[in-house]
């Protein structure tokens, strides 16, 4: 079965970095279109960042556009998501998600908090 699994995630302060990674499974991962989503508390879930198959083709939400880089190893099976210039505004939980099969499936999510 599909599996994504999400790490990396922790307590940085504003104007910090971080890595995410997410490990899949289950699926011809080189093959599909991986992409990054968010939830703040109180608010829907977002989309940060997309990925092709190839890694030929990228897309950010606006406002991560110049900060946050989204790349995939298909040899490892594996997507990342490097954020910089972190600000309080992005702490959230931060999803990996992919669609297989007419079936949207998402990791289990890994904190991100952006505070002094």
């Known amino acids: 079965q599909v599996q994504l699994v999400e790490s990396g995630g922790g307590l940085v302060q504003p104007g910090g970095s971080l890595r995410l990674s997410c490990a899949a499974s289950?699926?011809?991962?080189?093959?599909?279109?991986m992409s990054w989503y968010r939830q703040a508390p109180g608010k829907e879930r977002e989309l940060v960042a997309s990925i092709s198959s190839t890694g030929g083709i990228t897309t950010y939400a606006d406002s991560m556009k110049g900060r946050f880089t989204i790349s995939r190893d298909n040899a490892k099976n594996t997507v990342y998501l490097q954020m910089n210039s972190l600000k309080p505004e992005d702490t959230a939980v931060y999803y990996c998600?992919?669609?297989?099969?007419?079936?949207?499936?998402w990791g289990q999510g890994t904190q991100v908090t952006v505070s002094s």
């Open positions: 998600s992919t669609r297989y099969r007419s079936s949207r499936y």
């Open positions: 289950g699926f011809t991962f080189q093959y599909y279109t």
